[in-house]
């Protein structure tokens, strides 16, 4: 199976046609981490998009002594590490992985000098990045008011 078919139906591809699909497709490298395994720690250097093509992972925050605070999780066929393309580019969070997984990697650089080339692919792709990060947002706000109350 081909990069692009396994991409076709993610979360960061839908709004791109064939054609922009296999050009991002075509950068991808596909990464396997094993249970428990950390994908890229908070505030490293964002090397790139994620997607994740099987199993779950857990997006955590740091809160010293050994404690990490889950603040979400991501399906297969979801879009994480956004961070590769919003300045300070840095992680905003670790990625661990709560299974064996598989993951998508579209290398920062690549895609922004794809986007810098190709306006309209980068506008399309940074609608879906918004989207992620508004949910991402209002996720982590339900949150806090599980915490704190109303």
């Known amino acids: 199976m081909t990069m692009n ?3 076709e139906d993610s979360q960061l ?12 497709a075509d950068m991808a490298i596909r990464r ?12 490293e250097q964002a090397y790139g998009i994620c997607i994740l093509l099987e199993g779950r992972i857990a997006l955590q925050l ?3 002594g050994n404690r990490r605070l889950t603040i979400g999780t991501v399906d297969p066929g979801e879009m994480f590490a956004w961070s590769g393309l919003v300045p300070p580019f840095t ?8 299974t064996a997984c598989q993951i998508a990697v579209l290398p ?4 922004r000098r794809t986007f810098d ?7 399309r792709v940074m609608q ?13 706000q339900l949150q806090l008011v599980g915490l704190f109350g109303a």
Do not use: I, K, M, W
């Open 62 to 64: 740091d809160l010293g």
């Open 108 to 111: 920062s650089e690549d895609l």
């Open 32 to 43: 396997t981490y094993a249970e428990g395994e950390q994908v890229f720690g908070e505030h």
């Open 117 to 123: 080339d190709n306006p309209a692919v980068g506008y």
């Open 5 to 7: 078919t396994v991409l």
């Open 91 to 98: 992680f905003t969070s670790a990625a661990r992985a709560l």
């Open 128 to 140: 879906q990045v918004s989207e992620l990060v508004s949910l991402r947002l209002r996720d982590v």
């Open 13 to 24: 591809f839908r709004l791109l046609d064939e054609d922009d699909r296999a050009l991002l």
